[in-house]
């Protein structure tokens, strides 16, 4: 039995727009051979970088190209976060972000996500009761794992809470792009007059993970201190792969791409709700309106540390249990990642699941 996978974050090969990336690689090299074979500058690829900064509409000094978005997530945390930091994240979150926090010594608090996101009532009363953080790490637009969109009263309910408490939100933002359905909200950057946001993203859901490219934007002397810092780490990020990255965009290939996979997920999306709805009527879920992730609450006589198991060993399906993106709770919970399931599986998916749950249910 093959196994079909909803457990990672990552888009099958299909959607992937390999021959345009080939031939972005051969106008990189002609375009400029010498640059891109160099060891470049901590900052990234900086015609790739000019980029990245009229796209969000900010100075060029204010942005860093890194090695993917969550190397990017690591020398901002590396940065501002000491032993002992109170520090917010959404309630559930990325489980790599949790573990990054705690391995630095962070006091981890999480805000409850509903359907609007996180709830800016839960965190005032957090911030009133005294804690202080030193950062509030928030991932607005098809939230992993949660597949929720923060409301843009919350966004600016966020950013105003930062400048009273003076804590800095990490704008994690690498689905953006990928909507398939409601009006794009405005970035939290966007409304930053006090220079409280630093903005993540990466190219990873638009192009490709194996491009390793993502990027931070902030305040200047932020990002300086970051630059340092990863000049004495590596040197440099990946001149080729950022160069590359940087022709597939400046030829609008990047919007061809975006549309499609776009355009594909959001059909997996709907085949999963669908699925989801006939073959495991008892689950509740928010169907999201982008990015890559469903999130899935199941009754309470399902245990889904065992139904992981169960899953993937029995039935040739894997998903990820939904404690691994808590401090705790989540045990009737799933991640499912759509990306990677091509679009003629989905159902067949879902049925598999709805068998591993009936088979915990049954002891």
Known sequence: MQLISFARGAPSLDIIDVDGLKAAAVRAFEADPAGI??????????PLRSWIA??????????????????AD??????????????VVEKPTYDRTLLNLRNLG?????????ADGIDTDELRRLLESGVRPTLAHIIPNFQNPAGVTLSAQRRQKLVELAQEFGFTIFEDDPYADIRWRGEKLPTMLSQDTAGVVVHASSFTKTIAPGLRVGYLVGPQKTIAAIAKRATNLYISPSMVAEAITHQFCVTGDIERSIAKVSATLGE??????????KHVPDATFVEPDGGYFL??????DIDTTELETVAARDFGVA?????????????????????????????????????????????
């Open 319 to 363: 998903v990820v249990k939904g404690s691994d993106f808590l401090l705790e709770g989540g045990k009737h919970a799933v991640r499912l990642a759509f990306s990677a399931v091509l679009t003629d599986q989905v159902d067949e998916g879902v049925s598999r699941l709805a068998a591993a749950i009936e088979a915990v249910r049954k002891g």
């Open 37 to 46: 074979t160099a060891y470049g500058t901590s900052v990234g690829y900086l």
């Open 106 to 114: 962070a006091t981890v608090h999480q805000v409850t996500v509903d």
């Open 268 to 277: 997996r999306a709907r085949l999963l709700a669908e699925g989801l709805r």
């Open 295 to 300: 999130w899935v609450e199941l009754p309470e």
């Open 74 to 87: 690591a020398l901002l945390f590396e940065h501002l976060v000491k032993p002992g930091d109170a520090v």
């Open 54 to 71: 009229a796209k969000h509409g900010v100075d060029a000094d204010q942005v860093i190209v890194t090695n993917g978005s969550l190397q």
